[in-house]
């Protein structure tokens, strides 16, 4: 059964950085989508960014110029470095894969707390 186990959320200062990491274990088609997505208290959960498996990327505009999202595709391993960290980042960040495939899979990770705060 395929399970998708993050790690790397904490609290930092404005301006500081985080690092998030999401492996994926199980078996995963080549045909895919990795990608994070973050809730605040009280609102929808949204996008962040994705990645393909070919490495081609999506951002939010919000995060662009300050995340980067990068994966390795041998350890099925997805990585969202986010710096200039602003209190308004402050969400759960969850990991998301969709598999395509005869039909689109979705998975998503337990979620891990971002706090940005001084």
């Known amino acids: 059964q395929l399970q998708l186990v993050e790690s790397g959320g904490g609290l930092v200062q404005p301006g500081g950085s985080l690092r998030l990491s999401c492996a994926a274990s199980?078996?995963?088609?080549?045909?895919?989508?990795m990608g994070w997505y973050r809730q605040a208290p009280g609102k929808e959960r949204v996008l962040v960014a994705t990645?393909?498996?070919?490495?081609?990327?999506n951002y939010a505009d919000s995060v662009k110029g300050r995340f980067t999202i990068s994966r390795d595709n041998a350890k099925n391993t997805v990585f969202l470095q986010m710096n200039s960290l602003k209190p308004e980042d402050t969400a759960v960040y969850y990991c998301?894969?969709?598999?395509?495939?005869?039909?689109?899979?979705?998975?998503w990770g337990q979620g891990t707390q971002v706090t940005v705060s001084s």
């Open positions: 998301n894969l969709d598999i395509f495939g005869p039909q689109k899979l979705v998975y």
């Open positions: 199980g078996i995963i088609f080549s045909l895919n989508v």
């Open positions: 990645i393909s498996r070919g490495g081609s990327t």
